[in-house]
Each structure stands twice: as structure tokens, then as C-alpha cells.
């Protein structure tokens, strides 16, 4: 467990300039479309050379967060359109829209290594994690066990926000921007660790859901859910594809 949040400001003055154009864009200050300073603008303003301000935007760009012209100069990137059967959900704003009261227990945090079991052969390419079990309750009743990876090396905010009294996954989507997900649902019986957690018999049907989102080219997060199949459901409502 985390007794004290580490201290998770850039180490680096390109990482600083990448930190800070993204909180600009992130809080809204800087909407799609607007014109970034130019690099030399921003060469002053940090004292830095050329380089190490190309190494920021270049950073940027990959994530998805701005787009790079020659002629037109760097711009905040609009997001992209991808269909998808399901938005991703704020657990706690669907249980309290139930009208229900909404709980949340940490049960382990801990930053894992790029090796990390849980996260099979493709762990070793995706850096350092914190990993984070909870679980989320209506009304007093555990109907959700989440395991969750949220991957430092897209994320460094993340080292210091308290999830011990505030859910991942709502935090998530007030802080980082997003540009795709992908999602797997299926029917599973419950095993021992949740039966115990979820206070269900072993082998009572459950809901998995795994979900894993992107920004740009970076994975941001890895989440695998799994929802007491007699007190949850999830619904979606979507439209046609754009063309």
C-alpha cells in the first residue's frame, strides 16, 4: 500500500513541457483546434533549445493530443470518431443513478513491474503499472470486483492520486483524455476470491467485463471487472455508425 503519494512531477525539461501542454488541454483551456505557441515562442519561455521542445510536441503528437503541420504549426488534435456497443462507464455515477448509495473499498495498490503476471507476454512492453483491486458497493452490496492496471509511463499523474478513497476509474475519466477503447464482455462463474469479495456462492453466474484504452499509440489503462450477476446489469444505448 502507498502510505505516502510519491512525488511525480517531470524529471526531465521536455517531460516538463509535455506535462504542461497537456494540462492545458486537458482542463480545457486549450480546445481542439487552437494554435499551439510556436516552438520558438516556447524555446524562450523554457530557455531550452530546439530540440528539446521538438521532443515535447513530437511526444505529443503520438499520444493523439496534437497535430503537427508545417505550414499551420502544432494544434490541439479534435478526438477521433470510433463506434463502440459500449461507452465506458463511471460506476459511481451509474449506482447512484439507480438511486442507490455508492461504496468503494481499496483492497491492494502497489506499482508492479513491466513483467507483471497479470498481464501475460504483453506486460514487458508496456513499462511500470499501479495496480489497483477494489471493490465497489450499492446500498452496502459488493456487486463489483475490479482489477485495474494504469500504466505510468502514460499516466505519471496517476503515482500520486489517493485510491484509497477515490475509484480508478472515475478518476481516470476526469484526468486523461482518451481516443479509443476496446471491450470484452462474457458470462463467467465466480471464483473463490470472488465469491468471497462479491459474498456470492462459488460458481454464481458474474458478468467479466474487460476493457483496455488507449491514447494515441499508449496504453492507458487495463481494467478486468467482474460484476455480481444477480445485483448489476449494464445497459448502452448507440446509434449508426458515422459516416
Known sequence: MHDH????????????????????????DWKPGFR??????????????????????ASLAASGLVMRNRRAGTTVARPRMHSAILNI???????EARGETYGYRSLM??????????????????GQSRFIRSLHLADDLPVLLEDRHIFLDAVTEAMAADFRSEPP??????????????????????DAMT???????????????????????????????????????LTARFGPQAG
Open 5 to 28: 503519494a510519491p512525488d511525480d512531477r517531470p524529471t526531465t525539461l521536455h517531460a516538463r513541457i509535455r506535462a504542461e501542454v497537456e494540462a492545458r488541454i486537458l482542463s480545457g
Open 195 to 233: 465469491a468471497r469479495a462479491l459474498e456470492v456462492s462459488l460458481g454464481a453466474p458474474c458478468l467479466l467485463v474487460e476493457r483496455r484504452t488507449w491514447r494515441g499509440e499508449e496504453t492507458i489503462t487495463i481494467a478486468r471487472q467482474m460484476f455480481r450477476g444477480d445485483a448489476f446489469d
Open 36 to 57: 499551439l505557441p510556436t516552438e520558438t515562442v516556447l524555446m524562450a519561455q523554457y530557455g531550452c533549445s530546439r530540440m528539446t521542445v521538438n521532443k515535447a510536441m
Open 109 to 126: 495498490d502497489e506499482v508492479r513491474p513491466p513483467c507483471c503476471v497479470h498481464l501475460g507476454a504483453e506486460g514487458h512492453h508496456l
Open 89 to 95: 462507464p463511471d460506476i459511481r455515477a451509474e449506482i
Open 169 to 190: 476509474g472515475p478518476w481516470l475519466l476526469g484526468h486523461v483524455v482518451w481516443t479509443e477503447a476496446e471491450h470484452r464482455i462474457a458470462a463467467v462463474p465466480a
